[in-house]
């Protein structure tokens, strides 16, 4: 009943950056939780960045200093700035969200949005 919509990926060179958007849609009564996964060829999908209701954020350490995750209340939407890009960075990134509709809640996931980072 719910669907979440990344968009944002795309090629960039090695210290680039890339913002990445999520926007959830549906019947939707309260998003609780959002978070951006990723995961590269070959290895574990891991966590990211979160961001709950109250705006509390957790990063990876891969992460920190480099990426900050934000959302939109407003247009259900959230956020990934992605800055100082690495090669290591390359994977397909997934948003996450724990999603109250009409009839429970949800924990949901988008298809994903491919970011490469390669000269």
């Known amino acids: 009943q719910v669907q979440l919509v990344e968009s944002g990926g795309d090629l960039v060179q090695p210290g680039g950056s890339l913002r990445l958007s999520c926007a959830a849609s549906?019947?939707?009564?309260?998003?609780?939780?959002m978070s951006w996964y990723r995961q590269a060829p070959g290895k574990q999908r891991e966590l990211v960045a979160s961001?709950?209701?109250?705006?509390?954020?957790n990063y990876a350490d891969a992460a920190k200093g480099r990426f900050a995750i934000s959302r939109d209340g407003a247009k259900n939407t959230a956020y990934l700035q992605m800055n100082t890009l690495k090669p290591e960075d390359t994977a397909v990134y997934y948003c996450?969200?724990?999603?109250?509709?009409?009839?429970?809640?949800?924990?949901?996931w988008g298809q994903g949005t491919q970011v490469t980072v390669s000269s």
């Open positions: 996450h969200a724990n999603i109250e509709t009409n009839d429970g809640t949800y924990s949901s």
């Open positions: 549906g019947s939707i009564f309260r998003i609780y939780f």
């Open positions: 961001i709950d209701s109250d705006g509390s954020t």
